[in-house]
DNA sequence: TATGAATGAGCCTTCATTCAT
DNA sequence: GATGAATGAAGGCTCATTCAT
């Protein structure tokens, strides 16, 4: 019988709308400031119900972590398919990653959040899954260094390893300072074209042999 | 009489001594979890009492996060204030943020996370003096790198302002790494020393001419 | 199934339970020194259950107040019904709303403090009902006035809607005085049947023709 | 030495400014709802220094109860001095509390609040004073009662005592009554000269033979 | 006498989680 | 499986009062 498969992609289809509710309430409110009662509400679940699919307020806000870490990754993957030497394929990669954290800003807080020291979830047991894509993000990266540095495009004597992750940390950083509020009377403050122009300048240049 | 001003002094050392017990405890418990309880019995003072020095929690924080970017300033100044090119001072900045984030961790995290987006004491009117530090510190970066453009050290197409940022924004988002927990059975993931490395590679190369 | 309709009146048995509680407790220590720890241990119901009931302590004293204006009301409808002259009437309606004092003495000092200059809390943007029952007694008395000026029992050049307000204003006044507390040695102070008596008879004199 | 008498009337003096800030500080912020702080502020005084004047808040409040009885005695007094008949008198004295009651208005809701059942300060042991004041109004209505009928002003038949106290209370709730916040919409309500005329027209047809 | 720093009990309210139905 | 009433441990903050100086 199909019947215990279709109760299970019922279940799982009922799993995503409540991930799809905190996201919007996460964002919206702060996770702080998001109760389970407002997610309860806005899914039109009961409390309890909640509870029958996930074993806690941060396990929801882990869920979605994870789903944010997955479609960095199909970003991320799409990049380094593509053709061209490894140094283009790294500045699509960067290239990527902003769209990324451009078309879903969420989702890239959720990530730069719960990557954070003293982050709220962070050091959880069960914490492994999302882990395990932030690792296929640098990978992709390093290859496409190795890549660059076979076709002459990038310089030999850089370490691709260390390199994809100072590349990765620069642009969690970029983005996380273009997405600060400007703190203050709302001035310009900086030009995000610029910004990014500025980072493949210097990436560009930093990488070419 | 001294005595008006011995009392204002004793006043200052005791709001001190309450920001050091403070920071120990934010650090180490996370801002969210640490409570007012907690601060007073870390201080040996009444809860009232802290309400006497701090009119909440929140400028608690915020009073941390100044003295942080505080001291950050004066690493940037000293470095800044340094012989050699423009380039040499760059990076010598680079160093000293460097510097600073291993010394005192819990101030780059204070710096880090009052800025992140949706920070919990961002925003408020009073947030202003701490915000000046930080433009000041963009300020010496923008400096240095046109010193170095007159200087020969770095590319004259480089737009120093846009640059500023991307550097400062590069170093917080390596160090944010860095200081990030491993994620799990506590493998070495990566070497600190060689991605500082990477880094400097990269901005050297990326800037010089 | 009268499965909900059984549940809503589960609900409102324990409001009412509540609200019971929350009267004695309110009326013995006053409201501001009544806590809504006091309200728990007294309902025997958690502190957040009360929450659940009631929004705030306030309005968990609005509700007192509606209850006991809804009450007199019934008193007052009750005498305003009955035969007899507009002047008969009157007294009547005097003497009901006596008999509501001393009966429900709590519910009297619930309206009449309700309704003091500065009391806690009116002017909220709720207390609406409880107004119109306090005007809708008013009402009551301004026709029983009216009905005595046509059957000639009542002086016809007195304005019946001022007329009324100061009876009802006489009226509190006089058992605020009668349940006063004696402030000192207890002395006997006054007599309350001859209290009532003397303003019956002032009233009676006052009003006939 | 005249030192020790003018120290005496240097700390009455003092005691007094400090009542005069209460006054207007309790008036305007409610009494439950001022502080400590806020008198020690208005007064330029330390904390401490106001418990060297006065035992606790409490006492301060009923320090200003006492001022305001005795105001009030006077005016009664000089209003039951006056020529004429005892009804007059009555009238006068009615009229004297009313003009009391328009003119401070804050002074009345002292009186008023703090007879209360369930005042926040009533059955103190050391509430005598004011008690004594309050006896004394309603013995300068009880002898013009009597002159009146002695004079013939007055019907013979009224119980002297216990029609004074129902006097007072009516006057007392009728100011309450016109002092009451329009709860809703501003509307008028009522009009205060019409109550007042129809109070003195039931009282005075309600007394005279 | 005057100060004002210190106290600490207490207040109202919130909310993640549980469990009987 | 779904519900939602009940829980209770905190949480941030207030304020009348005390006391060493």
Redesign the pocket.
């Known amino acids: 019988m199909g019947t215990q498969e279709r109760?299970l992609r019922?279940?799982e289809r009922?799993r995503q709308a409540i991930l799809d509710a905190a996201e919007s309430l996460f964002f919206e409110m702060g996770l702080?400031?998001?109760?389970?009662?407002?997610?309860?509400e806005k899914t039109?679940?009961?409390?309890?119900?909640?509870?029958?699919?996930?074993?806690?307020?941060?396990?929801v806000y882990y869920a979605i972590h994870v789903r944010a870490k997955k479609l960095l990754c199909q970003y991320l993957a799409e990049a380094a398919g593509k053709k061209g030497t490894g140094l283009q394929q790294v500045l699509a990669m960067g290239q990527a990653f902003l769209n990324f954290a451009q078309t879903y800003p969420n989702y890239f807080r959720a990530i730069a959040f719960y990557d954070l020291p003293g982050g709220s979830v962070a050091e959880e047991p069960w914490a492994t899954e999302a882990h395990l894509y932030g690792l296929q993000g640098i990978d992709y990266c390093v290859r496409a260094l190795k890549t660059g540095q076979k076709d002459g495009s990038i310089r030999m004597d850089i370490e691709a390893n260390s390199m994809a992750l100072v590349l990765v940390a620069q642009l969690k950083g970029l983005v996380m300072l273009m997405q600060a509020p400007p703190p203050l009377d709302g001035a310009e403050e900086f030009n995000p074209v610029a910004l990014e122009a500025a980072m493949f300048d210097l990436v560009r240049a930093g990488l070419s042999r």
Do not use: H, V
């Open positions: 109760k019922e279940r009922r702080e400031k998001s109760t389970m009662d407002m997610l309860a039109e679940l009961s409390k309890g119900t909640l509870y029958l699919y996930f074993a806690s307020k941060d396990q």
